[in-house]
């Protein structure tokens, strides 16, 4: 039996490309047009289920209507070596008039005769390490550096690029001994100004307070002399 015809135009149509570096989620797009004039249910798989997120992965696309479809690949450590064997497959048929009420029973009911199919191989394009090193370096140096952050080092095997790293971290390290120096010399100075006011304090001569009351209840030398004289009269008189 022949193989029905794909209805719905793919974009792209044979495969599908993720751009690297794989460290965040890469989404690629699926656009789905339906030139016909029914409406053509669909259905996304694929040979990774765990890899990828596919949103919207089936549905129904109205006649003259387009749905777009994207692939989302998670994370991972990307090898070069290993040969990538993931492949999509974009399932479709025409829809039963009226209502559809339960989409996944149709999928189960449906004739083989009546599937239609388009297969999609995917591709990880991983920029050169080289390429990504002088595109972060042209940023920072179009953007000025940013306080605080270290600098964007694409790849720390390379020798000068180890040799500018190890300067860095010793810099830091510097810049924070010192900053611990410049504190504990302000310690020893608040200290030492506080030694010094209590050694003032300390060695000035306290005046008693009794002293003012000793200098008031002393007698002048000349109420001696006046008291001797008028003794002296009194004494005097007491003999003529």
């Given at each position: 039996m022949a193989k029905n015809e794909?209805?719905?135009?793919?974009?792209p149509s044979g495969e599908l490309r993720f751009k690297g570096p794989f460290k965040e989620?890469?989404?690629?797009?699926?656009?789905?047009?339906?030139?016909?004039?029914?409406?053509?249910?669909?259905k996304v798989k694929t040979t990774a289920p765990k890899r990828y997120c596919v949103r919207p992965n089936s549905g129904i696309i109205e006649p003259g209507d387009k749905t777009v479809v994207s692939v989302m690949l998670q994370p991972f450590e990307y090898d070069p070596?290993?040969?990538?064997?993931?492949?999509?497959?974009?399932?479709?048929?025409?829809?039963?008039?009226?209502?559809?009420?339960?989409?996944?029973?149709?999928?189960k009911d449906v004739p083989p005769e009546n599937l239609m199919d388009?297969?999609?191989?995917?591709?990880?394009?991983?920029?050169?390490?080289?390429?990504?090193?002088?595109?972060?370096?042209?940023?920072d140096t179009r953007g000025g550096p940013v306080s605080g952050s270290s600098p964007k080092i694409?790849?720390?095997?390379?020798?000068?690029?180890?040799?500018?790293?190890?300067?860095?971290?010793?810099?830091q390290?510097?810049?924070?001994?010192?900053?611990?120096?410049?504190?504990?010399?302000?310690?020893?100075?608040?200290?030492?100004?506080?030694?010094a006011m209590s050694d003032t304090i300390s060695s000035t001569p306290s005046v008693s307070s009794s002293q003012p009351l000793?200098?008031?209840?002393?007698?002048p030398p000349v109420v001696y002399i006046v008291a001797a004289v008028i003794?002296?009269?009194?004494?005097?008189?007491?003999?003529l």
């Open positions: 794909q209805v719905l135009i793919l974009e989620v890469v989404t690629a797009e699926l656009k789905l047009s339906n030139p016909s004039e029914k409406r053509v249910c669909f070596n290993e040969k990538n064997r993931h492949k999509f497959m974009v399932q479709t048929l025409f829809a039963p008039d009226g209502k559809v009420d339960a989409l996944e029973n149709l999928w388009s297969k999609l191989k995917c591709f990880f394009d991983m920029p050169d390490l080289q390429q990504t090193h002088e595109k972060e370096t042209h940023e694409s790849s720390s095997s390379d020798p000068d690029t180890k040799k500018i790293l190890d300067e860095y971290h010793k810099l390290s510097e810049v924070s001994q010192l900053k611990q120096e410049n504190a504990q010399l302000k310690e020893d100075g608040v200290r030492l100004r506080k030694v000793q200098t008031a209840n002393a007698i003794l002296g009269l009194i004494i005097g008189k007491l003999f």
